[in-house]
């Protein structure tokens, strides 16, 4: 190629970069995003809190900056439980917690954190992602003009903390337990008196004793939260959240706004943030829970079992009461219900057996 012919190509590839820069699509996609996210979590709270944090900063340096999302923990720029309406009414566009936190408003959408006794959280994410579990989600939300997405689990919690024992279904009977969701309607029919409370309020409320018991997490979060200073007998397994999925929420309005290939920007660090802290909990849980036990003489415990298969029966009876009141509940528990059983089905020769495999 002559040198005056490789100039001449060179300048036209440019023109061409220049054109296709100024057209107005391009344009448009140029446009920066300021947004603020806020959070139903406590400030600097590890893994969720600041798995959002990493969550924004990731999307600015891979948008080159052409989105920045400001994130606020609960309380710092509205209460935390009032996340759902800021995003819906669009206060702010974007907003991270848990479905069942707006089970008063929608109680379908308790489906989408987790249901007692339900899925794990490869069964929630199979759901999502490949058995039309986030299709629903959407459809519930839209009235809301929100749209969600899966980010974060927790894998299976604990099934929280105690002052006194509980060694049959009767001991419950009459306690003050912050547990949310259908796990608090289940504890209900076992004369639990179920409260709904942020993080950040737990400890203050089982410490002063305006709550008798709490679940919040896992040992992890739980050593944080300093738990073990108001409570020492810490149940296992966290039967009402067996892999509880947390939710990234926009603005539907604001979701719609945005090129769409930044759209995908948020999409797959969603999706990459999904795996990242149920990894984070999967490492760090069990260290946590050796520090409760021998630092802080925390006692760990199995729930009896038969606590545990009255509580699987009250599962039941609750989810089908609610059903019977909720049409749009109905739809949800029936497609859960439907994937859950061929989950499990597949699970009982896959996960389940190589479990039993490995006891050989
Ligand atoms: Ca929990």
């Given at each position: 190629m002559s040198r005056r012919k490789f100039i001449k190509n060179i300048a036209g590839a440019s023109a061409a970069l220049t054109t296709g820069a100024l057209a107005s699509p391009a344009h448009a996609a140029r446009k920066r995003f300021v947004w603020k996210l806020v959070t139903t979590w406590p400030p600097n709270?590890?893994?969720?809190q600041e798995g959002v944090k990493r969550f924004a900063k990731e999307i600015k340096q891979i948008s080159d900056g052409r989105l920045t999302i400001q994130v606020f923990a609960g309380?710092?720029?509205?209460?935390?439980?009032q996340t759902f309406d800021a995003v819906s009414q669009g206060t702010v566009q974007m907003g991270h917690g848990?479905?069942?936190?707006?089970a008063g408003k929608v109680?379908?959408?308790?489906f989408f954190t987790a249901v007692p006794f339900g899925m794990n959280a490869q069964g929630m994410n199979a759901w999502f992602y490949y058995g039309g579990g986030l299709e629903l989600w959407r459809e519930v939300y839209k009235p809301f003009g929100l749209t969600p997405f899966p980010m974060g689990n927790t894998g299976v919690q604990m099934g929280g903390w105690f002052?006194?024992?509980?060694?049959?279904?009767?001991?419950?009977?009459?306690l003050k337990m912050r547990i949310p969701g259908l796990g608090g309607k289940v504890m209900a029919k076992a004369g639990v008196n179920p409260v709904l409370m942020a993080g950040g309020e737990i400890y203050t409320a089982l410490e002063r004793g305006t709550i008798d018991a709490t679940e919040w997490v896992g040992p992890y979060h739980d050593l944080r939260l300093g738990l073990y200073r108001a409570a020492k007998y810490y149940y296992y397994p966290g039967w009402h959240e067996p892999g509880p999925t947390l939710e990234l929420i926009i603005n539907s309005k604001a979701w719609a706004s945005l090129p769409r290939d930044l759209q995908l920007i948020v999409k797959t660090s969603a999706t990459a943030s999904n795996l990242l802290m149920l990894s984070e909990f999967e490492a760090k849980n069990l260290e946590a829970l050796r520090t409760l036990e021998t630092r802080y003489k925390v006692k760990t415990r199995e729930f009896p079992a038969e606590v545990i298969k009255t509580l699987h029966q009250y599962t039941k009876i609750t989810l089908d009461e609610i059903a019977a009141k909720d049409k749009l509940f109905s739809k949800v528990y029936n497609a859960y219900e439907q994937f859950r059983t061929s989950n499990d089905a597949w699970n009982s020769i896959s996960e389940a057996a190589y479990a039993r495999a490995r006891k050989l």
């Open positions: 709270f590890p893994i969720f309380g710092q720029l509205i209460p935390p439980l848990a479905a069942y936190y707006w109680p379908a959408a308790q002052r006194k024992k509980i060694e049959k279904i009767s001991d419950l009977k009459g």
